[in-house]
C-alpha cells in the first residue's frame, strides 16, 4: 500500500451499554476503492461515520493525510473545523442520495461548490460538466422527483465531486435500487473516483458492489473480522 490517505488507530465507540467500535485499526490507500461489509449491527456504519469526522470516537485517532498540506487529526478538531474539512475534502453519497427536492439537478451538484464560496455563475457550469459526464445531460433542469432512483444517484455522485473532493463516502448508495440499475451506480461511483486518482469508501451489504472494489474489509461486532484483495 502506498503512503495511507486515511489511517484510524484504535478506535472505539459505545452508544451506551452497546459497544459500536471495540477497537479498530485500519490503513486506507490513495486511489484504493474499499468496501465494508458486515451484518446490521456490526458497526460498520459507526466506522465510516467516525472515518468522516461525523462521529467522534470515544478512544483512538483518525489521520486525513491530503494531497497538499500536513496530515489532520480529525480526532482532535473540534466540530465546526470537522464540518469545514468534510465540506471541502470529503463527498458523501448515501442510499436515498439526500437531495434537495425543491433544487433542480444541476443546483443540488452547484450547492455543495456555492456553499464552499464558489460563484455561482462558476458553480452552475461545473456541475453541469459532471452531470454530462455521468450520463445526465439535458437532465439539469429536472427536479429530483422527476428522475430514476439510479439518475438520483449518479446526481449525487456528482455533487459528492463538485468540491473536488479527495475522498468519498458512500453508505449503501445502492441499497435502494435493483441490480441493474445497482451496476450502472457503482460504474459511475468507480470512475468518478478511483478513475479520477480519488479514493473511494463504501458501506455495503450487497457482495456484488463489493467485489468490485479493490479490497473488501469484513466488520463483525465492531472488530474487523478479514481483510482481503476482492477476487
Known amino acids: 500500500m502506498n503512503i495511507p490517505v486515511l489511517e484510524a488507530h484504535a478506535l472505539t465507540k459505545s452508544f451506551g451499554p452497546a459497544r459500536a467500535l471495540a477497537g479498530i485499526d485500519l ?15 456490526s458497526g460498520k456504519t459507526t466506522l ?3 472515518l468522516a469526522g461525523i462521529l467522534s470516537p470515544d478512544t483512538g485517532s483518525v489521520v486525513f493525510r491530503p494531497q497538499t498540506g500536513a496530515p489532520v487529526e480529525l480526532t482532535g478538531l ?7 474539512l468534510r465540506r471541502e475534502r470529503f463527498g458523501f453519497v ?5 437531495l434537495i427536492p425543491e433544487l433542480t439537478a444541476v443546483e443540488n451538484v452547484a450547492l455543495a461548490a456555492m456553499i ?11 456541475a453541469a ?6 450520463g445526465l445531460a439535458g437532465m439539469e433542469d429536472r427536479r429530483i422527483g422527476e428522475l430514476s432512483g439510479g439518475q438520483a444517484q449518479r446526481v449525487a455522485i456528482a455533487r459528492a465531486q463538485a468540491t473536488g473532493a479527495e475522498l ?4 449503501e ?5 435493483d441490480s441493474h440499475t445497482s451496476s450502472e451506480v457503482m460504474d459511475a461511483l468507480l470512475w468518478s473516483t478511483t478513475g479520477q486518482g480519488r479514493t473511494l469508501l463504501v458501506v455495503t451489504h450487497d457482495a456484488e458492489v463489493a467485489a468490485r472494489c479493490s479490497r473488501v474489509i469484513s466488520v463483525r461486532d465492531g472488530r474487523i473480522f478479514s481483510s482481503a484483495v476482492a477476487a
Do not use: C, Y
Not at 473540534?78 to 469545514?84: C, L, Q
Not at 448515501?94 to 439526500?98: E, K, M, R, S, T
Open 168 to 171: 468519498v463516502f458512500a453508505d
Open 27 to 41: 490503513a486506507i490507500g490513495r486511489g484504493e476503492s474499499v468496501a465494508i461489509m458486515g451484518a446490521s449491527g
Open 94 to 98: 448515501f442510499q436515498q442520495g439526500l
Open 116 to 126: 464552499n464560496g464558489v460563484k455561482k455563475s462558476d458553480a452552475l457550469p461545473h
Open 173 to 177: 448508495p445502492t441499497g435502494a435500487l
Open 48 to 50: 465510516l461515520h467516525v
Open 129 to 134: 460538466s459532471w452531470l454530462a459526464a455521468l
Open 78 to 84: 473540534n466540530e465546526s473545523a470537522r464540518s469545514r
